[in-house]
């Protein structure tokens, strides 16, 4: 009797996707350069615009770069879950909202006036909120920040690969600061969120002199009273925290927990 080989296990079907945003997301996947090549070993790429000319819906995992602020969003996302045995959303807007829901607590009229000065012609559709993807459907796995480190996503990939759970940090930027010896900014008086932001990124904005503006959202147990305390302490006023939060964390969810604990940021 002659023994048979298994035959090999089909590669996953991977879909890339895109609403608002830069694509800058995206643009990381691509600049990943020699991993590519072995991630390619692993996987199939069937939808990825960006990348490829041949697009296909019969994709296993869907990753989701951009937020909803289309009405025609709302429907797209929902027959990308359909088809998807997994959802990965990549990238603030993604995940959080983004830069797109900084006009999350302005009025629709309002923004047609500033945007398109009064004219009716040009003037799209569109939700009343800029949201992130799980607003709307189940999403299995986040891989935040604005761009999306390039190791975090490879490590994720390969965790859902093998079947395992990717790891997210649930403490904060200060903590990495800290392991890497970086100096705290918010004690050189530039404004600085990272005690209430998710850590994952290495701190390495703080560790080149720029201020943490936690991108990749709030870590578990954010006290945003303390991050107040600690602004008025160093002479910086509390509504610039509240500012620095609103450039990637306003959405309503999001929002609603340090707009209680902090006044009005002077930009909305």
């Given at each position: 009797?002659?023994?048979?080989?298994?035959?090999?296990?089909?590669?996953?079907?991977v879909?890339f996707?895109?609403?608002?945003?830069?694509?800058?997301?995206?643009?990381?996947?691509?600049?990943?350069?020699?991993q590519?090549?072995?991630?390619l070993?692993?996987?199939?790429?069937?939808?990825?615009?960006?990348?490829?000319?041949?697009?296909?819906?019969?994709?296993?995992?869907?990753v989701?770069?951009g937020?909803?602020?289309?009405?025609?969003d709302?429907?797209e996302i929902?027959?990308?879950r359909?088809?998807?045995?997994i959802?990965?959303?990549?990238?603030?807007?993604?995940?959080l909202?983004?830069?797109?829901?900084?006009?999350?607590?302005?009025?629709?009229?309002?923004l047609?006036?500033?945007?398109?000065?009064?004219?009716?012609?040009?003037?799209?559709k569109?939700?009343?909120?800029?949201?992130?993807?799980r607003?709307?459907v189940?999403?299995d796995?986040?891989?935040?920040?604005c761009?999306i480190?390039?190791d975090e996503?490879?490590e994720?990939?390969?965790s859902?690969?093998?079947?395992?759970?990717?790891?997210?940090?649930?403490?904060a930027?200060?903590?990495?600061c800290?392991?890497?010896?970086?100096?705290?900014?918010?004690?050189?008086?530039v404004?600085?969120?990272?005690?209430?932001?998710?850590?994952?990124?290495?701190?390495?904005?703080p560790?080149?002199g720029?201020?943490?503006?936690a991108?990749?959202?709030?870590h578990?147990?954010?006290?945003?009273e303390a991050?107040?305390?600690?602004?008025?302490?160093?002479d910086?006023?509390?509504?610039?925290?509240?500012?620095?939060?609103?450039l990637?964390?306003?959405?309503?969810e999001l929002?609603e927990?340090?707009?209680?604990a902090?006044?009005?940021?002077?930009?909305?």
């Open positions: 009797m002659t023994s048979s080989s298994p035959a090999p296990r089909p590669r996953p079907r879909g996707f895109s609403f608002a945003s830069c694509e800058g997301c995206q643009l990381q996947v691509l600049s990943i350069e020699d590519l090549l072995t991630l070993g692993a996987i199939e790429i069937v939808n990825f615009r960006e990348a490829i000319d041949d697009r296909r819906d019969d994709y296993d995992v869907a989701v770069e937020s909803l602020v289309r009405p025609e709302i429907e929902q027959q990308i359909k088809r998807a045995r959802l990965v959303t990549i990238g603030a807007c993604a995940c909202g983004g830069v797109n829901a900084i006009r999350n607590k302005r009025t629709l009229a309002s047609a006036r500033d945007v398109y000065e009064g004219r009716q012609d040009g003037v799209f569109t939700l009343p909120e800029a949201s992130p993807v607003s709307m189940e999403v796995y986040e891989i935040r920040g761009p480190d390039r996503l490879l994720t990939l390969r859902l690969l093998a079947g395992t759970v990717p790891y997210v940090p649930p403490f930027v200060c903590v990495q800290t392991m890497r010896g970086t100096p705290c900014l918010l004690e050189r008086g404004a600085c969120i990272g005690s209430v932001a998710r850590a994952g990124c290495e701190a390495i904005c560790a080149f720029a201020p943490c503006e991108c990749r959202g709030t578990d147990s954010p006290n945003f991050l107040g305390e600690a602004f008025f302490r160093h910086l006023p509390r509504y610039v925290a509240a500012e620095k939060l609103q990637f964390n306003n959405y309503k929002r927990p340090w707009e209680k902090l006044p009005s940021p002077s930009i909305t």
